[in-house]
């Protein structure tokens, strides 16, 4: 997606305006939650509005509704874009979603494809770029399948509807004792 370093020259985001961060919205996990709260040191209400679940079964049960969670917009754009000088930047590129790092990389087959309707006006150099945005899929599919277990496993709790905010804390702490545990694997 977008490029904050220095580093711009043979990057294909440079020659776009970030259709991406304008045209899509931002489902995020667990992890992503995580990483931009304690990286922006802010509540993840700040930056996360809910959506009608996509999926039943996978939606979230809150008093709020049956939900999906994703980053704000602000000017119909991700509300982490900014406009400078010329170009479009990503403003919190450290802790950006596992979606935006990979986008628009996919795992077919085992190997490594650009989406067919992908919306970059250039074509990526996939080989240069295969061993790094593997890693992403791969680390942003286990991601996504620990999200799912918590929200199977807090949808079986708490049929009788709490509040998001209880949710948000429930996955903040579930991913801080899993990446603690990791840690003390390593
Ligand atoms: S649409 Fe493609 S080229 Fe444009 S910013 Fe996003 S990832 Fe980069
Ligand atoms: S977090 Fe950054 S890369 Fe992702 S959509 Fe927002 S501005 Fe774009």
Redesign the pocket.
């Known amino acids: 997606?977008?490029t904050d370093s220095g580093d711009t020259k043979d990057y294909p985001c440079i020659s776009c305006h970030?259709n991406?961060?304008?045209e899509?919205t931002?489902f995020v996990n667990a992890h992503d939650i995580y990483r931009?709260s304690k990286g922006l040191g802010i509540e993840p209400e700040d930056f996360l509005e809910i959506h009608g679940a996509k999926d039943f079964d996978l939606g979230i049960k809150v008093k709020e509704g049956l939900v999906d969670l994703a980053?704000k917009q602000k000017n119909t754009?991700?509300?982490?874009?900014?406009e400078s000088g010329d170009f479009?930047?990503?403003?919190?590129?450290d802790?950006?979603?596992g979606?935006?790092?990979s986008?628009p990389f996919q795992i077919e087959d085992g190997k490594l494809i650009q989406m067919s309707d992908k919306l970059c006006p250039v074509e990526w150099d996939t080989q240069e770029f295969e061993k790094m945005m593997v890693s992403h899929l791969e680390k942003d599919e286990n991601e996504w399948k620990f999200y799912h277990e918590l929200v199977l496993e807090w949808n079986a709790k708490h049929w009788i509807k709490k509040p998001l905010s209880l949710f948000l804390n429930f996955i903040l702490d579930r991913v801080d004792i899993s990446l603690k545990s990791n840690s003390n694997l390593s």
């Open positions: 997606m977008t970030t991406c961060c304008k899509y931002i931009l980053l754009a991700c509300t982490f874009l900014v479009f930047r990503c403003t919190v590129n802790f950006k979603p979606v935006c790092k986008y």
